[in-house]
């Protein structure tokens, strides 16, 4: 238990640099722009799911967190938002990289998550158009932050709060992992190819840097295919959906984004491993 609460606290810091830049984003955002500059900004964001996706795959899942609270105030759209979540590589390439992996296999994974990213983010973008009459949400007024102090001081504010939730779910969430054990994981995908994307989608979910570990282990030392380590790490966005839940009220609209998600990623492994059996 020592080694969990340790790697929560490590885990939560490297955050705090990421959550202070996305919260004095959206101060400045809600209080220093015109409504001008606010609609230049959005038109030049159909490149979103492009700049989102290629911000994504840097390792940790800092942008998938500046993303999420970029979009709960609108400021980026929702292919945008999903483009990073599929792109984010959390844990992956450090473990990668620490692992001994060889250029190729980071390069594919690397490479099929920007992909995916890219196109299902503009393919989002344009079926799901925003509703104009949707009522945002503004972190000053619902959170009381008395920002006429200066937007410096209510985004560290902003971020001490979200710090502490994000610390507390963590531990939660590291010490399921830590009892559940890796061999729980390995017993999942034994012998079910055709309903291992399922799984390991459903594990990438859990919002949390142990799932991105324990898939890209599990792929390293041969235990998961290709499909499945894709479909897990295309859903895993780090801590991001920890933030969704926590700020954005809208509970059906974050079941919505969790549900496409997790979507994707079943679809992506399907095709992989038909491509598989087909070649």
């Given amino acids: ?56 795959i840097f390792p940790q899942c800092g942008f998938s967190v500046i993303a999420t609270n970029l979009y709960i105030t609108r400021i980026i759209s929702l292919g945008t938002l999903i483009a ?16 001994g992996a060889n250029i190729t296999t980071i390069i594919t994974l690397l490479g099929i998550k920007l992909i995916i990213g890219i196109i299902f983010g503009f393919i989002l973008d344009l079926i799901i158009k925003p509703n104009k009459e949707q009522i945002t949400y503004h972190i000053c007024e619902e959170e009381h932050c008395d920002c006429k102090h200066g937007i410096i001081k209510s985004s560290l504010k902003h971020t001490i709060k979200t710090f502490i939730f994000i610390l507390i779910i963590t531990f939660i969430l590291n010490t ?21 994307p399922f799984v390991a989608s459903l594990i990438g979910l859990i919002p949390n840097c142990a799932s991105s570990v324990a898939l890209t282990e599990l792929y390293i030392n041969g235990v998961l295919p290709l499909a499945p380590t894709i479909s897990g790490l ?4 780090g801590v991001a959906l920890i933030i969704l839940f926590k700020s954005n009220k809208n509970i059906k609209e974050n079941l919505k984004i969790v549900s496409i998600v997790y979507i994707i990623g079943v679809f992506v492994g399907l095709l992989i491993e038909l491509i598989n059996l087909l070649v």
Avoid: R
């Fill in 176 to 196: 399921c992992m830590y009892l559940l054990g890796e061999d729980f994981l390995k017993n999942l995908f034994i012998n079910n190819n055709w309903f291992a």
């Fill in 84 to 99: 990073v979540y599929l792109s984010t590589s959390d844990e992956m390439l450090p473990i990668l990289i620490a692992e």
């Fill in 1 to 56: 238990m020592k080694e969990v609460i340790i790697e929560t606290i490590v885990d939560s810091l490297k955050l705090l640099p990421f959550l202070f830049v996305a919260f004095l984003i959206i101060e400045f955002f809600e209080h220093k722009l015109t409504q001008k500059s606010k609609q230049q900004i959005e038109k030049a964001g159909k490149l979103g799911p492009l700049v989102g996706a290629l911000a994504g």
């Fill in 234 to 237: 295309l859903t895993n966005s």
